[in-house]
């Protein structure tokens, strides 16, 4: 606890702040595109300039929380600030404190984005995981395309495909396996419910729903934010 105290002493008033199972930052609708009133209450439109911006992202590994909370911060200028790995080390350590605890005073925040996706498109997004070996970068070479059925909507996500020099440089992670994945989305579902509950009772929880990849996802993320006149007016005044 006391490195996290460290870090977030650290950081301007206005930061994100990212983990796993307390993870990433920003905000999010329903499939409805409504955020549940009966637990939540959409942030208030103002600049962001003026008011502190403490808002967390969680959701299944694969689910875009980095993606997202990177767009995010760079769009309203605050920092992202990674505390996964702190937050586990300090539940692992059998310290005094727990994990309600931990929660409580990592940092006091205003917002918790649960990013959800079909667990066929996040099986098919892990799977397409790619890193090139001598660049570093990130990619995905799978294209899923989930046909709707039962009146629920389809879903098309295109790949992320790494420039022609990095082609035949991709590796895939040994982890990245079919089995291996579906065990970690299982262990993330069971692990995150307290979470989400924890967030959830305070009224700092809201779901959202992709829709698709970020073309479709990236509007209505901001929308669900009060966030999407701020991307035209930073737009039209640069």
Request: one cysteine or more; aromatic letters at 6%; hydrophobic letters at 35%.
């Amino acid at each position: 606890m006391a490195a996290i105290t460290r870090l977030v002493k650290r950081a301007s008033p206005s930061l994100s702040v990212s983990s796993t199972a307390a993870r990433r930052l920003f905000c999010s609708e329903s499939s409805s595109h409504a955020p549940p009133q009966d637990h939540f209450h959409a942030p208030q439109r103002k600049d962001p300039k003026d008011r502190n911006v403490q808002w967390v992202f969680l959701g299944c590994p694969g689910v875009g929380k980095g993606t997202y909370a990177s767009r995010l911060c760079n769009l309203i200028g605050v920092p992202h600030i990674a505390t996964g790995d702190l937050v586990r080390h300090e539940l692992a350590s059998k310290g005094p404190l727990s994990s309600q605890e931990i929660l409580e005073r990592v940092i006091d925040i205003d917002l918790v984005v649960n990013l959800k996706l079909q667990e066929e498109a996040l099986l098919a997004k892990c799977l397409g995981r790619r890193i090139c070996n001598q660049c570093g970068g990130n990619f995905n070479v799978a294209s899923i395309d989930i046909k709707g059925e039962n009146g629920s909507p389809g879903m098309f996500m295109a790949p992320l495909l790494p420039p022609a020099h990095c082609m035949s440089k991709l590796i895939t992670r040994s982890d990245d396996t079919e089995a291996v994945v579906k065990e970690r989305l299982r262990i993330y579902n069971e692990m995150s419910k307290p979470v989400e509950e924890f967030y959830r009772s305070r009224g700092k929880l809201l779901e959202f729903n992709l829709p698709g990849g970020i073309p479709e996802s990236w509007p209505k993320l901001l929308q669900a934010l009060n966030l999407d006149d701020y991307e035209e007016k930073r737009s039209a005044a640069a």
